[in-house]
């Protein structure tokens, strides 16, 4: 069964980190484009950051640069989301989301993603 997975959240202070994981089951995710969303309570889903197919691209959300970085880890069929410096406003749920074979996923919606994971809760206290 192919499916996405994600780890690493919970509770953190304000100015803290998490690092999220994104594990893939029953396909490489190395040949996949990645992309993490958030959706906090009555606001709509909002794409994070994205890695194409192969780790050629990357791209993230102009307001989240220099605080959130994304990576591969391919031999663990993973894709990681680091956050720093987390404000209050990150709280929200954490999903990644896996497209095959897509090398400019700053052009990805997340309507054309084929897989999404449960997503994981992020809450920043102030």
């Known amino acids: 069964q192919s499916q996405l997975v994600e780890s690493g959240g919970g509770l953190v202070q304000s100015g803290g980190s998490l690092t999220l994981s994104c594990a893939a089951s029953?396909?490489?995710?190395?040949?996949?484009?990645v992309g993490w969303f958030r959706q906090a309570p009555g606001e709509e889903r909002e794409e994070v950051s994205c890695?194409?197919?192969?780790?050629?691209?990357?791209n993230v959300a102009d307001s989240l640069k220099g605080r959130f970085t994304i990576s591969r880890d391919n031999a663990k069929n993973t894709v990681y989301l680091q956050m720093h410096s987390l404000k209050p406003e990150d709280t929200g749920i954490y999903s990644c989301?896996?497209?095959?074979?897509?090398?400019?996923?700053?052009?990805?919606?997340?309507?054309?993603?084929?897989?999404w994971g449960q997503g994981t809760q992020v809450t920043v206290s102030s």
């Open positions: 989301a896996a497209k095959p074979n897509y090398y400019t996923c700053s052009d990805l919606r997340a309507g054309e993603y084929n897989y």
């Open positions: 029953g396909f490489i995710l190395e040949y996949f484009a």
């Open positions: 890695v194409s197919t192969r780790g050629g691209s990357i």
